[in-house]
């Protein structure tokens, strides 16, 4: 972590600051994106996942909150490249751009400031928890609705609603939480989409169920269950039909693929990691690492 990229400039780690005083410490005003860079040891390359994708998330999430990016796209784009190639890591990377109301206390007109930064993420942690699956709970805190934030985009404020639900589920001795909406329908995780197997089909939430519109659920959803022969359903959800699901599992940038082994202690299917979900792993993998020309 030796430099970021901020409003065009690159700077060491430490230069890359904001006052106390500006509305994104303040009240949380700003956007973000987490993007995930695999490293391919085979090819001694890095490869950024659907990094168009998440620079438009990134664009669509400001215009909701009427902050216009001083900079183009392809400037975005290339801000991610040039911070992750610049760090050097030679590992899977985390990367988050980040669009925020910075200044300082109640400035005329607050200036809209970016920067990316990027973090190292070994992959060894990360694929324990998706070989052994994790066990989740209902939370007893619902999904922010539409109706007062705007939960399809990465606002940064959404986070507290992730936060709370997540550090209730870990005190509570479960790995994570699984939000309803405010009309009891099955939401998502905390960070992450949802998906549950019934019958050979993968069922997931609809955008309308106060999601975050993922990139790794669309992944699935429009290229991932095609080519594994899966059928997809897009549909309300109820929170007992976790409770007879034959699989289930959390999918999103931080997330990967990570299947739920139980939900509020009760086992989803034999309560071990699903055929269908090691498919949708190692699919998903392969997808990541480059190994798809498609
Ligand atoms: N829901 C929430 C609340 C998230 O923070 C994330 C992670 N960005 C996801 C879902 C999954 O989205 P994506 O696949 O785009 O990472």
């Known amino acids: 972590m030796k430099y970021v990229w901020m409003n065009g400039k690159i700077l060491r780690w430490k230069e890359a600051t904001v006052h106390v005083s500006s509305p994104v410490v303040n009240s949380g005003m700003g956007v973000f994106e987490g993007i995930r860079a695999y490293w391919s040891k085979e090819r001694s390359q890095l490869y950024i996942f659907r990094l168009k994708e998440h620079v438009q998330r990134l664009f669509d999430s400001s215009k909701v909150h009427r902050m216009k ?17 610049r760090n050097g890591f030679r590992e899977d990377l985390y990367i988050r751009p980040v669009v925020f109301r910075g200044g300082t206390w109640r400035m005329p007109e ?10 190292p993420t070994p992959r060894s942690e990360r694929m324990k928890r998706m070989k052994r699956g994790v066990r989740c709970c209902f939370s007893s805190w619902r999904r922010i609705p539409d109706i007062a934030m705007p939960a399809r985009v990465k606002t940064c404020g959404n986070y507290v609603n992730s936060r ?12 994570g ?4 909406t405010i009309d009891g329908k099955v939401s998502e995780g905390s960070g992450a989409n949802l998906f549950l197997v019934r019958k050979g089909t993968l069922i997931t939430p609809g955008v309308t169920s106060d999601i975050l519109e993922g990139i790794t659920r669309e992944t699935l959803l429009s290229v991932g269950a095609q080519e594994l022969g899966i059928d997809v359903c897009e549909r309300d959800v109820d929170r007992t039909e976790l409770y007879v699901a034959d699989e289930a599992f959390l999918c999103g940038t931080g997330q990967e693929i990570t299947p739920i082994v139980s939900v509020d202690g009760i086992p989803v299917g034999k309560g071990s990691v699903g055929s269908i979900t090691k498919k949708i792993q190692k699919w998903f993998f392969e997808v990541v690492e480059g190994k798809h020309a498609k």
Not at 113 to 118: A, K, L, R
């Open 69 to 85: 990016i001083k900079f183009s796209k392809k400037q975005v784009e290339d801000a991610i490249v040039k911070t992750a190639a």
């Open 110 to 119: 607050t200036p809209i400031d970016v920067v990316v930064f990027v973090v």
């Open 164 to 175: 709370i639900a997540s550090m209730e589920a870990e005190e509570a001795g479960y790995d």
């Open 177 to 180: 939480a699984i939000f309803l």
